[in-house]
């Protein structure tokens, strides 16, 4: 890549297009084109179609889209699929029209059929039935995917797309109608560690009424006082795989450099995973996160509600023959994202 290449990044505010841009801008790249949805609103075929012309890009990658956990995907079904379509298509057949050189699609993971084997190789793409819950928002990817293949093979444009696994990270969606599992959990999670504190503070102070044993609290912690709860969805017992949102980006990086669309589409694969190859159960992350955020109490598992697939595991060999490979650790990951939501996020 040329670090004089005016590339367009969509989707920069999020946390996905904001680690992209990180990515870029540490490895020197200084013509970086952004737009915020207040000057663009992607959705808009005039307005995308305008903001190329003027612009004209070299190369694009999309990380802008709609999205959220499943609560939100299955509450909002209409939305999840008409935004994510307009967005794509405006972008793609921009991208098209007014000649990119070399353009990225991101996915997700949910493209892939619910009771596809696991891990899920590339080649499952379309060979069974999806997960209700987040189905608009799968059909609105997998067309995503399927748009950068046949412009490829009707005009040969270089466009190819990826595949992310659950991610997560700073700019992370912490709201709990809306964010997916685990940034929902690192939330849950500290409430109940603050509540508890709260809660434990007042208890010591009327009972004593004494300042100095609210102090005693804070110097010496709250074991052995009554913790409260969290809730988790579902059973716990799905196994899901997690990666950083900056390793990802390191990853995109990595592509958008070594990689081309006839690399994929001449080995009849339409998009490449990225993930860890590595997953644990819903219960195994909330003993992680329990341990980072250093909570205590119980933990309840609200069966009425669902779990969603049951297991979601990239299979990742193909990336790793290209040299590609993660970095951080869950653990670690979790400290870095949960300092930034400490730092960042206001409840």
Known sequence: MNKNSKIYIAG???????????KFSAEGFTNIITADHRRLDLRRQSEVENFFEKEKPEMVIIAA???????ANNTYRAEFLYDNLMIEANLIHSAYKYGVEKLLFLGSSC?????????????????GYLEYTNEPYAIAKIAGIKLCENYYKQYKCNFFSVMPTNLYGPNDNFDLETSHVLPALIRKIHEAKENTIKNSKLKIKNENNNLESCLAADRFG??????NSVTVWGTGKPMREFLYVDDLADAIFYLMDKVDAKDLYEQGITHLNIGTGEDLTIAELVEVIKNVIGYEGKIIYDTSKPDGTPRKLLDVTRIHQLGW?????LEEGIKKAYEWFGNNYKL
């Not at 490979?325 to 650790?329: G, L, N, P, Q, V």
């Open 12 to 22: 920069h505010t999020g946390m996905v297009g904001s680690a992209i841009t990180r």
């Open 325 to 329: 490979k993660h970095k951080t650790s």
């Open 222 to 227: 709250i074991d052995n006082l009554e913790l």
């Open 65 to 71: 889209a709609k999205v959220g956990g499943i609560l």
């Open 111 to 127: 493209i892939y059929p619910k009771m596809a084997p696991q891990p899920l190789k590339e080649e499952y793409l379309l060979s």
